[in-house]
């Protein structure tokens, strides 16, 4: 029984002996009554010792999924898949809810980084700094515009990418789901039309369709918006907006060329459109790039970033950059609504980014994300899968198995404890497809590699 322990993760051995137990009985499915190889066994094969195997499978005592038979070790209890009930479900953005899931599936299609890439460290001691010194920060609410502090900080940083806007024009937000938010309640009435990208992010779809806004697709490329649609949609519908991802697109993963980004802003000029650039991924980013908001933000440009995909998905930290009048009216929405972003959250964060530590942690984020990304597309490669264009940084490749049978590359999915992105979770209009999220974080687990292997062409497949 080989569980596949990565020592230099962040996750405890033992929560991975877990994980990796409830997986392997899932994948083999395993009757009731099966007695489990002895502890002592699994320690030797897997280099553990027999201490964590012990408290790994006490644990699953306790959620049922195992029992403990004096004499006799550990045995089933009960299918992993009936245990899934008593679990968290492991939702991700883009999931198809139906699939249901168990601890210790690998999230091969999720939208963040996985738990064991965190870093607890700095983090940790900038909490501690904030209980320390800072009452306000734990007691208070925020400002309206957002702790001052910490849109210094991101003034800085967009200084960095060519955006230059006063810090009165910087507004904090719960996260850039909560800037969207803002965004379209306040700025766009039911019945109004945009411009969606299709493949493009599933929750904006719904938070457009909760506001009773209309959608029509202009197609993505690995260049960005098709702009010959883009401009036949605008004459034809005449849209009072667009949202559109930079760099590193969900899901596709591809980034704007500059030509496509200054004829975006040509278009929205013509047309009379408001532009709203989502930029989450924006610190996974080095190098030249062109954004929309680098080329000048007014009334028509609304840039939203966020530090959720990079430090903390939890600590909800993002912000909304935009002309005077239109912060101004976003503010008094944010405040009616929900009485400010978190002043907790908010200082951790602003001393995360004073002290460099930030800087530091994406720096060697993307390090470990391009030599992950290099090996993905190799092991897409040596699968024959087909790769919309070939991203160069960011989380997502975009790729489809060449199998005819689709239902066979979901089944060769989950019977080696993969969950895939639901096919119909990237279009506007639900329209499924065969075409995959692939996280490049989670690519390189062995799970996943066997995986791709089994759905390559011309080969045996594991039955």
Partial sequence: MELRIDRQALVPVVQQIVDALASWLRRGEVPPGTRLPSVRQIARINLLSQSSVVEACERLVAQG?????????????????????????????????????????????????????????????????????????????????????????????????????????????????????????????????????????????DLLRLHGVSMIEVPRTPRGPDIAALEALLVKYRPCGIFINSFYHNPTGSSLAPAVAQRVLQLAKTYGLLVIED????????????????????????????????????????????????????AEVKMISSMGASRFCESVLASLLASGAYRKL???????????????????????????????????????????????????????????????????????????RINVAYACDPRARAFFQATALDRPQAF
Avoid at 303 to 313: A, F, I, N, Q, W
């Fill in 279 to 330: 930029d989450v991924y924006a610190d996974l980013h080095s190098g030249p790039g062109t954004r929309l908001a680098a080329l000048g933000i007014d009334d028509n440009v609304i840039y939203v970033g966020s530090y959720s995909k990079t430090l903390s998905s939890s600590l909800r930290v993002g912000f909304v950059v935009a002309g005077a009048g239109v912060i101004s009216r976003l």
């Fill in 65 to 205: 999924v195992l029992a403990s038979r004096h004499g006799a070790g550990f045995i089933v209890a009960m299918p992993a898949l009936v245990a899934q009930g008593q679990q968290d479900c492991p939702w991700f953005e883009g999931a198809e809810m139906k699939q249901g899931g168990i601890s210790g599936e690998l999230k091969l299609g999720c939208g963040g980084l996985p738990e064991s890439w965190r870093e607890t460290g700095d983090l940790s001691y900038a909490i501690r700094q904030v209980s320390r010194s800072d009452m306000a920060g734990l007691f208070n609410y925020s400002t309206p515009l957002g702790l001052p502090a910490l849109r210094q900080q991101i003034h800085k940083r967009l200084k960095q990418l060519d955006i230059l806007v006063e810090e009165s024009r910087i507004l904090t937000t719960a996260g850039a789901s909560q800037g969207l938010d803002l965004i379209v309640r306040t700025l766009f009435k039911p019945g109004d039309c945009v411009v969606v990208e299709n493949p493009g992010y599933s929750l904006l779809f």
């Fill in 362 to 436: 994406v720096q060697r984020q993307r390090q470990r994300l391009s030599n992950d990304r290099e090996a993905a597309l190799q092991v897409l490669e040596d699968a024959e899968w087909e790769v919309f264009g070939k991203p160069v940084g960011g989380l997502f490749i975009w790729a489809r198995s060449r199998m005819s049978d689709y239902a066979q590359v979901r089944k060769q999915a989950q019977r080696f404890g993969v969950l895939l992105s639901s096919a119909t979770a990237f279009s506007p209009t639900a329209e499924a497809s065969d075409w995959q």
